[in-house]
């Protein structure tokens, strides 16, 4: 990402949680970054968690989702799917829109049922659903909307942040994140009807009743205060080298980059495009090795699920972790099927701006070798 400066005034926060006997320490900073998150939002309720996974499953865990019922997912990464399944609910697929490579609302439509609890959409790669359909299917079914936000820290759209659309929003401090302490999150609560619900979600000493605990160490939360509004700029500095990216490939009629709606602004956490080469004569391994060769290591041919190996590039719902349970078919999201395979990714967030702006230089070689 866009390169990531620490100085004394992180130190300084660090010390407070040193130097006020830890316990209390991170009582208060955990409320303090709380507040700060909700004065940004404007959010109903704010609740500091352990990972944006904890935060996805506390929403569901809030809204009532259990075992026989269904919510709707995306099909390309795989975290919304597993929050259904830590509540034993059925994840239901809906396929992408080709373009922007974000789930499709019709197909969200035409997968809802009676047993249908939530919607979760993934703002995927940094740039935000089509949040006027999905709420108007959401509307139309009574349905709560989570907005999985892990790719949009302070991403605008329409005049508002990510995070402002849904009943919830799930954020992620993880290290590759745009605000990075290395594992962290927090889920936003916007609706009305949720807040005291959620209340009963974090985790004391002796909880009410069997509550899971992803409260966020208070070490986390000094970071997260202090690099809050640092990561303002290293989000605006993501948006310009995935720039550099689309200029990289500007005229390139078999690689096309994520479509970025207009009213839309990619903060970029990945930028991504769809690699079309065969249909030009262009082997995709030929063109990865060449790319390779030109100093483009932080390409990944086809989007691949890190940490498992021997999966071939496809949707989410073809790896073990759900078809094993459920069995999904072949042919359930067509999009996402012809997508996956062919997409041409890597991750900003963790890249030094030097190093993309290399990366770039070397994809713009490229191409320019098989043009």
């Known amino acids: 990402m866009a390169t990531r400066h620490y100085g004394e005034p992180d130190v300084a926060t660090l010390r407070r949680w040193f130097d006020g006997n830890q316990d209390s320490a991170s009582e208060a900073l955990v409320a303090e970054l709380e507040s700060t998150i909700a004065a940004q939002y404007g959010a109903k309720r704010v609740i500091a968690t352990n990972s944006c996974m904890g935060a996805l499953h506390l929403a569901l865990q809030t809204i009532g989702v259990g075992p026989g019922d269904e919510v709707l997912v995306d099909p390309i990464v795989v975290f919304a799917g597993m929050a259904a399944m830590y509540q034993h609910a059925k994840p239901v697929f809906a396929d992408v829109d080709p373009r922007t490579f974000n789930v499709d609302p019709a197909s969200l439509e035409r997968r809802v049922t009676a047993r249908t609890k939530a919607i979760i ?4 790669f940094g740039n935000l659903c089509d949040m006027q359909r999905i709420r108007a299917v959401a509307a139309a079914h009574r349905l709560p909307v989570v907005e999985d936000c892990a790719h949009v820290l302070f991403t605008p759209s ?3 942040l990510a995070g402002q659309f849904g009943d919830f929003a799930a954020f992620s401090f993880n290290h590759r994140k745009q605000l990075s302490t290395g594992q962290g999150g927090f889920l936003l609560v916007n609706s009305e ?18 509550s899971w ?7 986390v939360a000094a970071l997260a205060l202090t690099q809050w509004d640092a990561a303002k700029a290293y989000v605006n500095k993501d948006h310009e080298l995935g720039v ?12 096309t980059a994520q479509h970025i709606p207009d009213g839309n602004w990619s903060s970029y956490h990945i930028w991504a495009a769809r690699f079309t080469g065969d249909e030009h004569g262009i082997a995709y391994d030929a063109f990865m090795t060449a790319l390779r060769g030109n100093g483009g290591d932080y390409f990944l041919p086809s989007f691949i699920p890190y940490g498992v190996f021997g999966l071939r590039p496809s949707p989410a719902y073809r790896y073990p972790l759900f078809a094993e349970p459920f069995g999904y078919p072949e042919g359930l999201c067509p999009e996402a099927e012809a997508l996956v395979p062919r997409l041409l990714n890597t991750v900003i967030s963790p890249i030094s701006n030097e190093r993309v702006e290399r990366y770039a230089a070397a994809l713009a070689a490229t191409v320019a070798q098989f043009s």
């Not at 605990?213 to 070490?219: F, K, R, T």
């Not at 550099?244 to 690689?255: E, K, M, N, T």
Request: aromatic share 12%; charged share 20%.
């Open 121 to 124: 959409c993934t703002h995927l």
């Open 158 to 160: 329409q005049g508002r």
């Open 193 to 210: 009807a949720y807040v005291e619900a959620s209340k009963d979600k974090g985790f004391g000493r002796v909880p009410a009743r069997v």
């Open 213 to 219: 605990n992803y409260a966020m160490p208070g070490i």
């Open 244 to 255: 550099l990216y689309r200029h990289a490939i500007a005229g390139c009629p078999w690689l």
